[in-house]
DNA sequence: GTGGTCTAGACCACT
DNA sequence: GTGGTCTAGACCACC
């Protein structure tokens, strides 16, 4: 796990872990059935609080992309993994249509919104 | 003024009014040195507190887009308004940027992410 | 009277006032016995409330150099400007007091102070 | 820390708050990453509102001289401080050219100046 | 009437 | 426990 957080974002810490190892399962780079690090092993080597990281796999239990076994650890989930890259699409349709309400109101035109889309695609 | 407030989203209440002042600045609604309504005018019409109208009032002095005489009320600023319209842009392309971003590590290919935007655009 | 207004100043309007008559008698300009404008008058010139007006003359017949004849109007009073003017010297060396309190929290030295008056003096 | 305020003076106590931090980050007595007291907690020990404290810490992190975070705290920022110790000269530097001009409107001559920041700097 | 400041207490999110 | 936000009401200075 090679998690990089950033203390002074707006982001909350457990949203950036939990949207990371979102990123990896999904990637391919965590496997279905996999082991992810402890609790407190995580926490430690982040160098915050268990209970941090306790939010992060709560949240990623309740979206179904992890289980956790009492006494054991917590696994990737067996599901589908397309699933859970169509919630993550479905987030990024947000992410654009947000942007192009607020591009909008600042008087936007389509072609302009294009244009944008264009140049940073370039990078 | 035509001022929607949300309560139950997590934007807080002053950052929803600034924000929609700072478009009706943008879209040329308030012109230069045109009169806002007074802070416990505005919190009276949206029932809310004057404190929060305050708020709004001086994030938007300290960007430069109001100025506020002791006394006799809040102006928009002489400003160019071109240079806050600018501003926009930028908030706008940061929004798109993030939004590819998090897109590709979705594994969403440029031309994925052009389709979007095309069908988006649409409605 | 020349009086220039700067209404986005932190200076209350009463006080920009008062001040800048204080300076015209301390420098010759009214002379003693001169008649001032008339409150009314006054304020229809700068375009602002004959209350403020009459607020910046009350303060300058509390500070004995106005005195005023009731149904008549405003008069440079025929004290010693000399008084005056001391009273000015003291609020300059109250103006430099504070200056010098503060550059030293800064960690500046005596002699980088006078430097600093060196270089503004020159100007 | 040790912060003073005069209740009867016309500076906000928010202002006289922050300019007492900001001080004491330019003079070395808070060191780069420390942390400042809890908004609750300087807000009991100084008998004022936590609202208004937060305003202090506000405009000092609206400065780039605080850093919040979330649920932790704040911490002076990483920031080199000789940015801040140059911001302030600056400001003494307006506050001395303030007071040579009304100096000058007094009729004072550069000598006579000098001769007052002599005497006060003996002091 | 206006804005500028302050209070005392509340609820929420994050660690 | 921390900061982030909001309320309802108060007092003051200014116009």
Redesign the pocket.
Known sequence: MNILLNNTSMV????QVSEQIKSAVVSGELKAGEALPSVRSLAGELK??A??VK?AYDYLESQGILVTVHGKGSYVSETNTELIAEARRQDVEKLFADAIEKAKTCGMSNEDIKGVIDILLED
Chains 1, 2, 3, 4 share one sequence.
């Open positions: 909350p810490i457990y949203e915050i609080s209970l941090t939010k």
